[in-house]
């Protein structure tokens, strides 16, 4: 690679602690993640000794503040380690970064009991899942329909179902978000006042899997459909109070966006890497690929869109690094943009490849597929620009 694509990774600043960890990030990519990446692909089976080689590094721990055995670095690292694993098996970078936008919440609104009781247990490495989907609730997640009604002082009984959730099946906790059967326009489903949020754990009665999906990119990381029938949990695992999801769901969406963000991040950096890397070698007409001025325009431009749109990357987490937080455009100005440019880049790049670009056994091709869900989930994109051009209409 050339030296400019080394000088294009603008690091913001972090503390020697948090570089060392970065490093060891790298470290493992290279030597453990990387390749293994292409079998679990081709198989489709959850990347265990991924998980496993992660929370050998304590990653989780990185998040989780250290009143509760965690190490309490920056949102700036977390990003960072999330672009690196990413760039090397996107499906490892999604099961990885969920732990982390499943337990923000908690961390941000959680009371003193439910962090001394769950963090620890983030922190040592358990697997999150965070369910909002249905399949009447997609990017408006308004619309949901699972119901959490009251038994008694002490539980909360469960019905409904979600789907397209990752780690669903695997998840040691969820993050599940539903409507309090006591709370809205006469349960209405889409009465905003009744969404609440409530942690579910493993093995509960009443939760089931219901499937794995099948899908055309990120295939070793699992997306389940769950369902809840009569499914009890303790009133303590409620998050905040009944009736306060969704600023707790806006708030966290927030920060998991960007998240998102820099998932799709490495997988454009990934492809623009192993596209550079291949026509600076494959000659047509006697002549590098590279050589071609209608080449040179295209890497020009795709590199332009790649540093700047990495240094939203940043500006966005300093945004939220110092407490800001109506950042709604913001992040969905990044979200749109940094999925918008890895599917971009990924699809120019089996295009260099040529019929090459087509075949398995080239990165590129699983690259293409692993992009595209990217302008999907987390809101698609057609939702994003309209929440980022309806911030311009002045309120009368």
Same mark, same amino acid.
């Given at each position: 690679?050339?030296?400019?694509?080394?000088?294009?990774?603008?690091?913001?600043?972090?503390?020697?602690?948090?570089?060392?960890?970065?490093?060891?990030?790298?470290?493992?990519?290279?030597?453990?993640?990387?390749?293994?990446?292409?079998?679990?692909?081709?198989?489709?089976?959850?990347?265990?000794?991924?998980?496993?080689?992660?929370?050998?590094?304590?990653?989780?721990?990185?998040?989780?503040?250290?009143?509760?055995?965690?190490?309490?670095?920056?949102?700036?690292?977390?990003?960072?380690?999330?672009?690196?694993?990413?760039?090397?098996?996107?499906?490892?970078?999604?099961?990885?970064?969920?732990?982390?936008?499943?337990?923000?919440?908690?961390?941000?609104?959680?009371?003193?009991?439910?962090?001394?009781?769950?963090?620890?247990?983030?922190?040592?490495?358990?697997?999150?899942?965070?369910?909002?989907?249905?399949?009447?609730?997609?990017?408006?997640?308004?619309?949901?329909?699972?119901?959490?009604?009251?038994?008694?002082?002490?539980?909360?009984?469960?019905?409904?179902?979600?789907?397209?959730?990752?780690?669903?099946?695997?998840?040691?906790?969820?993050?599940?978000?539903?409507?309090?059967?006591?709370?809205?326009?006469?349960?209405?489903?889409?009465?905003?006042?009744?969404?609440?949020?409530?942690?579910?754990?493993?093995?509960?009665?009443?939760?089931?899997? !219901?499937?794995?999906? @099948?899908?055309?990119?990120? #295939? %070793?990381?699992?997306?389940? +459909?769950? &369902?809840?029938? =009569?499914? $009890?949990?303790?009133?303590?695992?409620?998050?905040?109070?009944?009736?306060?999801?969704?600023?707790?769901?806006?708030?966290?969406?927030?920060?998991?966006?960007?998240? !998102?963000?820099?998932? @799709?991040?490495?997988?454009? #950096? %990934?492809?623009?890497?192993? +596209?550079? &890397?291949?026509? =600076?070698? $494959?000659?047509?007409?006697?002549?590098?690929?590279?050589?071609?001025?209608?080449?040179?325009?295209?890497?020009?431009?795709?590199?332009?869109?790649?540093?700047?749109?990495?240094?939203?990357?940043?500006?966005?987490?300093?945004?939220?690094?110092?407490?800001?937080?109506?950042?709604?455009?913001?992040?969905?100005?990044?979200?749109?943009?940094?999925?918008?440019?890895?599917?971009?880049?990924?699809?120019?790049?089996?295009?260099?490849?040529?019929?090459?670009?087509?075949?398995?056994?080239?990165?590129?091709?699983?690259?293409?597929?692993?992009?595209?869900?990217?302008?999907?989930?987390?809101?698609?994109?057609?939702?994003?620009?309209?929440?980022?051009?309806?911030?311009?209409?002045?309120?009368?």
């Amino acid at each position: 690679m050339t030296p400019l694509f080394d000088r294009l990774d603008a690091l913001p600043p972090l503390t020697p602690e948090e570089r060392q960890l970065l490093d060891s990030v790298r470290a493992l990519r290279r030597d453990e993640i990387a390749p293994r990446a292409a079998e679990y692909d081709r198989t489709a089976e959850f990347p265990w000794a991924n998980v496993e080689a992660i929370n050998a590094l304590g990653l989780n721990a990185m998040f989780v503040p250290e009143a509760y055995g965690g190490a309490g670095m920056s949102y700036s690292a977390y990003l960072a380690c999330v672009r690196e694993i990413s760039a090397a098996c996107a499906s490892t970078g999604i099961v990885w970064a969920t732990n982390f936008h499943a337990a923000k919440p908690l961390i941000d609104f959680g009371s003193e009991e439910q962090k001394q009781r769950l963090l620890p247990r983030v922190a040592e490495g358990a697997l999150l899942a965070l369910a909002i989907t249905e399949p009447e609730a997609g990017s408006d997640a308004t619309g949901m329909r699972t119901r959490f009604t009251p038994a008694g002082n002490d539980a909360v009984t469960i019905d409904g179902g979600k789907i397209f959730i990752t780690n669903g099946d695997v998840a040691d906790l969820i993050l599940l978000f539903g409507k309090w059967s006591e709370l809205g326009a006469n349960g209405d489903k889409n009465g905003r006042d009744a969404i609440t949020a409530l942690y579910l754990e493993k093995g509960t009665p009443g939760f089931s899997i !219901v499937r794995k999906e @099948a899908k055309l990119g990120h #295939r %070793a990381s699992s997306t389940a +459909a769950l &369902a809840f029938d =009569n499914c $009890r949990v303790s009133r303590a695992n409620v998050l905040g109070e009944p009736g306060q999801g969704l600023p707790l769901l806006l708030a966290a969406l927030n920060k998991s966006r960007p998240s !998102v963000a820099a998932h @799709a991040l490495g997988i454009a #950096r %990934a492809a623009f890497g192993d +596209a550079v &890397a291949y026509i =600076n070698e $494959r000659r047509q007409s006697g002549r590098r690929i590279v050589e071609f001025q209608g080449i040179q325009f295209l890497l020009a431009d795709l590199a332009t869109d790649l540093a700047m749109c990495e240094a939203w990357l940043w500006h966005v987490a300093a945004l939220i690094e110092r407490g800001e937080s109506d950042i709604g455009p913001e992040a969905s100005m990044l979200k749109m943009r940094a999925s918008d440019l890895a599917m971009r880049i990924a699809t120019e790049a089996v295009q260099l490849f040529g019929g090459y670009g087509y075949i398995a056994d080239n990165r590129v091709e699983r690259l293409l597929r692993d992009a595209k869900i990217t302008q999907i989930w987390e809101g698609a994109n057609q939702l994003h620009r309209q929440l980022i051009g309806r911030s311009f209409v002045a309120r009368k």
